[in-house]
């Protein structure tokens, strides 16, 4: 399956060149030295940065990020196709509950709901809980270890692709190539085809989504896969194309997420030991020291949305056409909602982090998200009082897509 894209490039005045910050909005810099950028950043109006030739927009303000999420008539969430705009077509074409605007949205967020019930989301407690246990015992053997290669993210495949969706351990490769090709989509240039490997990978997830919406039509089950097929069956609620998306989606989203946030975590921790130590001396501080993990090293550095009718916002004109990067890690650093936000702080009141959305546009997973990841945190933290770094002068690298911050080199000890 591949879907051809239509290059336009809009007509924008001209624009204040002292608005415009000369710097590579997804390059290497910024993913090793986000919070340096955004507590910068969190104190300015919108920027404008070149992507390619064309004029991106970010916003950065706490308040502004929210009055963005959720201003569709002015910032919509549905990709306009058009110059600059294909390298975030990370799923090839399909239609992604993100990219609705309501109503449209509502239908969709509405029809996913079910399957991330809090009811529904408690019962898999004991299977996250027993598999991350079984992994952190295997890990004290091993003695060292990556945190991101050697237990989160293969603990991912069990709890997601194994545990949650009962997925054959043969078929798991079709969705972790996806995950890691999820990238390769920011290298290509304006309207050239996408990479032979993305393609490979997408077309695998894509024809076993259509095998197993054949299969559970024929063989029902009452769980998170069930109730979206459930909902296109049920007089059409959703398209197949939407039924196609919204599967891809919830197979590949949490793989790599939930990795980077718990590995994040641990490395925050284990920097700032005089917070660990509070830590573990007040086990009743891990949700709130989650979120504060969640606030300094936010996942994803920007989420893009599309301008469609012209605004100033704090005395920046936008203009239809332009992509707009609302910088939820920026946010996060805000200092009129968090007070000298680049100090790491396990007591501080991290309410209304953006991390994973606001509004309409909060993620419907985040409840299981942040249960993996406390499962994951707490077992370590807990479970190994001599965890350490193994080298605490290591560069941290970091990759994902190219608006995410993943680590993928957190290297731990528990000798």
Not at 14 to 22: A, C, G, M, Q
Not at 24 to 48: H, S
Not at 141 to 162: C, E, S
């Amino acid at each position: 399956m591949s879907i051809a894209t239509v290059l336009t490039k809009p007509e924008i005045p001209e624009l204040d060149p002292d608005r415009f910050i000369d710097i590579d909005l997804f390059g290497q810099d910024i993913k090793a030295n986000a919070p340096t950028y955004f507590a910068e950043w969190a104190t300015r109006p919108p920027f404008y940065a070149m992507v390619q030739g064309h004029v991106h927009v970010v916003i950065c303000r706490h308040h502004q990020v929210q009055w963005a999420l959720r201003t569709h008539e002015i910032i919509s969430a549905v990709p306009h196709p058009g110059w600059g705009t294909d390298l975030f077509d990370y799923f090839n074409g399909l239609p992604l509950v993100v990219d609705f605007d309501p109503p449209e949205h509502s239908r969709m967020r509405r029809l996913m709901q079910p399957g991330f019930a809090p009811n529904r989301v408690a019962k898999l407690k004991p299977l996250i809980d027993s598999m991350v246990d079984e992994l952190a015992n295997v890990m004290a053997q091993k003695r060292h270890f990556n945190m991101v290669t050697d237990f989160a993210g293969p603990l991912m495949y069990q709890i997601l692709l194994g545990g949650v969706f009962e997925f054959k351990s043969d078929d798991w490769p079709l969705f972790i190539n996806l995950s890691n090709a999820l990238e390769l989509v920011a290298t290509v240039p304006p309207g050239a085809p996408k990479p032979p490997e993305y393609l490979a990978a997408f077309n695998a997830v894509y024809e076993f989504c259509g095998k197993l919406i054949e299969e559970r039509r024929i063989d029902p089950r009452d769980d998170l896969v069930g109730s979206v097929i459930a909902a296109h069956d049920d007089e059409g609620k959703i398209s197949i194309e939407e039924l196609f998306s919204t599967l891809v989606q919830l197979f590949t989203a949490g793989l790599g997420t939930v990795p980077a946030t718990s590995s994040n975590a641990v490395l925050r921790l284990l920097r700032h030991p005089d917070q660990l130590e509070l830590l573990r001396k007040d086990p009743s501080l891990l949700n709130i020291a989650l979120e504060e993990c969640m606030r300094v090293d936010c996942l994803g550095n920007f989420r893009h949305r599309f301008v469609v009718k012209e605004h100033v916002i704090d005395g920046t004109p936008i203009y239809p056409g332009m992509v707009a990067h609302l910088s939820l890690g920026a946010a996060n650093y805000d200092p009129d909602k968090y007070p000298d936000p680049t100090r790491f702080d396990i007591t501080r009141d991290p309410r209304d982090i953006l991390t994973f959305g606001f509004g309409p546009h909060l993620c419907p997973g985040n409840s299981l998200a942040r249960m993996m990841t406390r499962a994951i945190v707490s077992r370590l933290i807990f479970g190994f009082p001599n965890l350490r770094l193994t080298d605490p002068d290591e560069v941290i690298v970091y990759g994902g897509m190219p608006t995410e911050r993943f680590p993928t080199n957190v290297n731990l000890s528990v000798d």
